[in-house]
C-alpha cells in the first residue's frame, strides 16, 4: 500500500474505506451512483489508474449482491422483461464506440449530463416523463439505444438506465433488480478489460479488495434504508441522485474543454 499511496497510507486507507462505504450506502438506497463516489474520492489521494483499479473489485460484488439479492431465477426474470433494452444497448454501444475516435471527452460527457440534469430537474418539479410499463419493443429499443451511445462514446451508462427505469415507473424492489444485472455484467466485463490493461495488477488488487467490505456494509446500510421508504420517496431520492450525477459529468465535461 504505502507504494501506491505513499508514507501516510494507514489514514489514507481509513479514507478510502470511508469513501467505499459512503458509495455503499448510496448504491443500497438507489441502486446506482457508487463508482462515482469512489472515483471523485480516491482520486483526491491516488493517481487515477489507482483509483479506478480501487472502484473494480467493490463494484462488481456490490452488484452481484444487488443483482441476486431475491434469487436467481428473479435475476434471470428481469434479464428477460429488459432482454430488448439490453440488446439494443450493446448493438449501439458497439458501434457508437468507433465515434470515441473522433468526439472530444468535453462533448461526449455535456452530450449525457446536460439532458440528464433536464429531465431529473424536470421530473422533480412535478413534470416527469412518464412511459407505460410495458411501452412495447421499438421503444424499449429505441431507449436501449440511445443508453448505448452513451456508454459506448464515454463508458457512462447508468444515469441513461436509470432515466429509462424510472419512467417506466418501474416498482423499486425490480429496479433495484435489473440496476444490479446490467451494472453486474458490464462490471465482469470491466474486470477483464482491466485485468488485461494491467491496471489491475498485483500492486492494485490488494487496495481493490480491501474496500470490497467497507462497500458491501454500506450497501447492507442502504438497503436497510431502501426497505423503509415507499415507491414514492425511492422515486425522489433517484432523481436527487440523478441531477448530482449530471452535474458531476457536466463538471467533467467543461473542465476538459
Same mark, same amino acid.
Given at each position: 500500500?504505502?507504494?501506491?499511496? @505513499?508514507?501516510?497510507?494507514?489514514?489514507?486507507?481509513?479514507?478510502?474505506?470511508?469513501?467505499?462505504?459512503?458509495?455503499?450506502?448510496?448504491?443500497?438506497?438507489?441502486? =446506482?451512483?457508487?463508482?462515482?463516489?469512489?472515483?471523485?474520492?480516491?482520486?483526491?489521494?491516488?493517481?487515477?489508474?489507482?483509483?479506478?483499479?480501487?472502484?473494480?473489485?467493490?463494484?462488481?460484488?456490490?452488484? @452481484?449482491?444487488?443483482?441476486?439479492?431475491?434469487?436467481?431465477r428473479a435475476a434471470a426474470g428481469s434479464l428477460a422483461r429488459f432482454r430488448v433494452f439490453l440488446l439494443a444497448g450493446l448493438v449501439f454501444m458497439l458501434a457508437s464506440a468507433q465515434l470515441v475516435a473522433v468526439m472530444s471527452q468535453a462533448v461526449m460527457l455535456?452530450?449525457?449530463?446536460?439532458?440528464?440534469?433536464?429531465?431529473?430537474? =424536470?421530473?422533480?418539479? @412535478?413534470?416527469?416523463?412518464?412511459?407505460?410499463?410495458?411501452?412495447?419493443?421499438?421503444?424499449?429499443?429505441?431507449?436501449?439505444?440511445?443508453? @448505448?451511445?452513451?456508454?459506448?462514446?464515454?463508458?457512462?451508462?447508468?444515469?441513461?438506465?436509470?432515466?429509462?427505469?424510472?419512467?417506466?415507473?418501474?416498482?423499486?424492489?425490480?429496479?433495484?433488480?435489473?440496476?444490479?444485472?446490467?451494472?453486474?455484467?458490464?462490471?465482469?466485463?470491466?474486470?477483464?478489460?482491466?485485468?488485461?490493461?494491467?491496471?489491475?495488477?498485483?500492486?492494485?488488487?490488494?487496495?481493490?479488495?480491501?474496500?470490497?467490505?467497507?462497500?458491501?456494509?454500506?450497501?447492507?446500510?442502504?438497503?436497510?434504508?431502501?426497505?423503509?421508504?415507499?415507491?414514492?420517496?425511492?422515486?425522489?431520492?433517484?432523481?436527487?441522485?440523478?441531477?448530482?450525477?449530471?452535474?458531476?459529468?457536466?463538471?467533467?465535461?467543461?473542465?476538459?474543454?
Amino acid at each position: 500500500m504505502e507504494t501506491l499511496l @505513499g508514507a501516510n497510507w494507514p489514514v489514507l486507507m481509513l479514507f478510502a474505506a470511508a469513501v467505499a462505504m459512503a458509495g455503499g450506502v448510496v448504491k443500497g438506497v438507489v441502486g =446506482f451512483a457508487m463508482p462515482m463516489v469512489l472515483i471523485s474520492g480516491l482520486s483526491s489521494i491516488a493517481p487515477p489508474e489507482v483509483a479506478l483499479a480501487g472502484v473494480i473489485l467493490p463494484t462488481l460484488f456490490t452488484n @452481484g449482491w444487488q443483482a441476486l439479492r431475491q434469487g436467481v431465477r428473479a435475476a434471470a426474470g428481469s434479464l428477460a422483461r429488459f432482454r430488448v433494452f439490453l440488446l439494443a444497448g450493446l448493438v449501439f454501444m458497439l458501434a457508437s464506440a468507433q465515434l470515441v475516435a473522433v468526439m472530444s471527452q468535453a462533448v461526449m460527457l455535456l452530450l449525457i449530463g446536460v439532458p440528464i440534469v433536464v429531465y431529473a430537474a =424536470f421530473s422533480l418539479a @412535478g413534470r416527469p416523463l412518464r412511459l407505460p410499463p410495458r411501452p412495447g419493443w421499438r421503444v424499449e429499443a429505441g431507449i436501449g439505444a440511445v443508453a @448505448g451511445v452513451f456508454g459506448g462514446i464515454s463508458g457512462v451508462w447508468g444515469p441513461p438506465t436509470v432515466a429509462m427505469l424510472t419512467a417506466l415507473q418501474t416498482e423499486k424492489t425490480e429496479q433495484m433488480r435489473i440496476q444490479g444485472v446490467i451494472y453486474g455484467l458490464g462490471a465482469v466485463a470491466l474486470l477483464g478489460a482491466h485485468l488485461g490493461s494491467g491496471v489491475l495488477n498485483p500492486a492494485t488488487v490488494p487496495l481493490s479488495a480491501t474496500l470490497i467490505l467497507p462497500a458491501l456494509g454500506g450497501m447492507w446500510l442502504g438497503l436497510r434504508i431502501q426497505d423503509r421508504i415507499d415507491q414514492a420517496m425511492f422515486r425522489r431520492l433517484t432523481l436527487a441522485v440523478l441531477v448530482i450525477a449530471g452535474l458531476n459529468l457536466v463538471r467533467r465535461g467543461l473542465l476538459s474543454l
